[in-house]
T-cell receptor
């Protein structure tokens, strides 16, 4: 039973347009969420986080939105660049727990 | 500043052999995590340490897997005996206390023949 779901295995977007990656979770106790980006043959790298006391966090081209009632978060990348092509993982944790649960990932391809 | 360092990057060995994966966390980080990534199960947490002490090993698949952290700068994940189904990419990650993101190493790609 997956607690963190990323229902789109892949997404293709034109360069300069907005990329929207979605993540849904089932555990209502999750209160800290992160997005990681992963290039081939490298480890995941941290991108952006959000805690449940907020509904939006922004860092440059990257914005994460959290809808607690829907148990849904999304990552917006605008404008998208070819270098953004990677696999994006959503992760969630409960309280100060260390057990981050990862989603299966979404492969983003930004086409020039 | 060096990131999390894992070795080896690739390991190919025969079924039944002992495999040891190594990890050097980022200096000053007091949490260390071992993950396994497979196509079927995605990225799953195997075990994590806090201040060198194992806190949660519920993700370790079976007794063939063991992990140690003898000091703050080194950890090992050992599989003995190895089986083909252990083939995966194993990641080590470390972080500071608090709601801080984990920093991952580049992983060890393990193939058991």
């Amino acid at each position: 039973d997956q607690q963190v779901k990323q229902n789109s295995p892949s997404l293709s977007v034109q360069e300069g347009r907005i990329s929207i990656l979605n993540c849904d979770y089932t555990n209502s106790m999750f209160d800290y969420f992160l997005w990681y980006k992963k290039y081939p043959a490298e480890g995941p790298t941290f991108l952006i986080s959000i805690s449940s006391i907020k509904d939006k966090n922004e860092d440059g081209r990257f914005t994460v939105f959290l809808n607690k009632s829907a148990k849904h978060l999304s990552l917006h990348i605008v404008p998208s660049q070819p270098g953004d092509s990677a696999v994006y993982f959503c992760a969630a944790s409960e309280g100060r727990g260390q057990n981050f649960v990862f989603g299966p990932g979404t492969r983003l391809s930004v086409l020039p | 500043d060096a990131g999390v360092i894992q070795s080896p990057r690739h390991e190919v060995t025969e079924m039944g052999q002992e495999v040891t994966l190594r990890c050097k966390p980022i200096s000053g980080h007091d949490y260390l995590f071992w993950y396994r990534q497979t196509m079927m199960r995605g990225l799953e947490l195997l075990i994590y340490f806090n201040n060198n002490v194992p806190i949660d090993d519920s993700g370790m698949p079976e007794d063939r897997f063991s992990a140690k952290m003898p000091n703050a700068s080194f950890s090992t994940l050992k599989i003995q005996p190895s089986e083909p189904r252990d083939s995966a990419v194993y990641f080590c990650a470390s972080r500071h206390t608090g709601n801080q993101p984990q920093h991952f190493g580049d992983g060890t790609r393990l193939s058991i023949l």
